[in-house]
């Protein structure tokens, strides 16, 4: 299965459609008064769909198990054709198209045995998604023209003794949404952080390292007197998002905030707690330019 372990969890909803084509006005009759010999078709056809959907991921190999928090069945019928929409909803990381249309299926095909005794040229039609909402398609961001300055503050790696990996790690990820960057390395001390801070001319200012809680981790409390505004939202996904995935995390002091219009972050120094605070945070954390500066960033 497609590894979705960086994705963050959102509302995702996703209805699909099904079309079954009777071919007699007395089988909808049938249908319309609870005379088909195999029972209720409408009711049969949505408990075989609501089954339909949960099991969809033990039929589908690519499929991820989710938990479905919401599903419903409607059906519309047009002269001869009986339409079925199938709704699905979930908060989670991937999206439920595939059981919305494997929902949709079943219902189709239930119908279908229930309804052949007595029309033998009932068949299926259109299976399709009608529209879907949630991911990243339904949060879109502009970072047209955005750029950005990374900062790594490491004693170590600004002598030459190291080798800087986090920095191009967010870099690495701003390539991916467009957003030009470029890197300069210094020192824990408070004076090159301020000084790195207060002379970019950049949209996002993202430091890397001294977040931690050891005596050289000052990286923070230089920062945080500095800001117009802290985005505390920000500062606990980002906490949020590392302590699934290792428990150190909650040590982490990262930063999140506005000064003079650009955005500030304080990310972890280790390559893998900056990337993952990337993950928590990207690109929907740019949605903050649309708010403080809608003109140049709608």
């Known amino acids: 299965m497609v590894d979705i372990t960086h994705k963050i969890k959102t509302l995702r909803e996703a209805t699909a459609i099904a079309v079954?084509?009777?071919?007699?006005?007395?089988?909808?009759?049938?249908?319309?008064?609870?005379?088909?010999?195999?029972?209720?078709?409408?009711?049969?056809?949505?408990a075989?769909?609501?089954?339909?959907?949960?099991?969809t991921p033990d039929l589908l190999p690519d499929c991820h198990p989710l938990p479905i928090e919401y599903s419903e069945i409607e059906y519309e019928i047009h002269g001869l054709e009986i339409t079925i929409s199938m709704t699905v909803k979930t908060i989670y990381k991937t999206g439920v198209e595939v059981e919305a249309m494997h929902?949709?299926?079943?219902?189709?095909?239930?119908?279908?045995?229930?309804?052949?005794?007595?029309?033998?040229?009932?068949?299926?039609?259109?299976?399709?998604?009608?529209?879907?909402?949630?991911?990243k398609s339904s949060f879109k961001v502009n970072s047209e023209g955005l750029t950005a300055k990374i900062v790594v503050c490491?004693?170590?790696?600004?002598?030459?003794?190291?080798?800087?990996?986090?920095?191009?790690?967010?870099?690495?990820?701003?390539?991916?949404?467009?957003?030009?960057s470029d890197i300069?390395?210094?020192?824990?001390?408070?004076?090159?952080?301020?000084?790195?801070?207060?002379?970019?001319?950049?949209d996002l200012v993202?430091?890397?390292?001294?977040?931690?809680?050891?005596?050289?981790?000052?990286?923070?409390?230089?920062i945080e007197p500095l800001l117009d505004l802290k985005?505390?939202?920000?500062?606990?996904?980002?906490?949020?998002y590392g302590q699934q995935r290792m428990p150190y995390a909650m040590l982490s002091r990262s930063v999140a905030g506005i000064m003079d219009g650009k955005v500030v972050l304080a990310l972890p120094?280790?390559?893998?707690?900056?990337?993952?605070?990337?993950?928590?945070?990207?690109?929907?954390?740019?949605?903050?330019?649309?708010?403080?500066?809608?003109?140049?960033?709608?």
């Open 103 to 135: 929902g949709a299926s079943v219902v189709a095909l239930t119908m279908y045995d229930m309804l052949k005794p007595i029309d033998k040229n009932v068949e299926i039609g259109t299976i399709r998604l009608l529209n879907k909402k949630g991911g």
């Open 206 to 222: 993202i430091f890397t390292g001294g977040t931690g809680v050891g005596p050289r981790d000052v990286t923070p409390q230089t």
């Open 269 to 298: 120094g280790s390559t893998k707690g900056a990337a993952e605070c990337m993950d928590a945070i990207f690109p929907h954390v740019l949605h903050v330019f649309k708010v403080i500066d809608g003109k140049r960033h709608d």
């Open 184 to 202: 300069i390395i210094i020192p824990d001390e408070p004076e090159e952080i301020k000084s790195a801070l207060k002379n970019a001319k950049t």
């Open 154 to 180: 490491s004693d170590t790696i600004s002598k030459g003794e190291g080798e800087d990996k986090a920095g191009k790690a967010i870099a690495s990820k701003l390539k991916e949404f467009g957003i030009n």
């Open 48 to 55: 075989a769909g609501l089954l339909g959907v949960k099991k």
């Open 231 to 240: 985005l505390k939202g920000v500062e606990e996904q980002m906490r949020n």
């Open 20 to 46: 079954v084509r009777t071919s007699r006005e007395e089988t909808i009759k049938a249908i319309r008064e609870n005379k088909v010999p195999k029972g209720n078709v409408f009711e049969m056809a949505r």
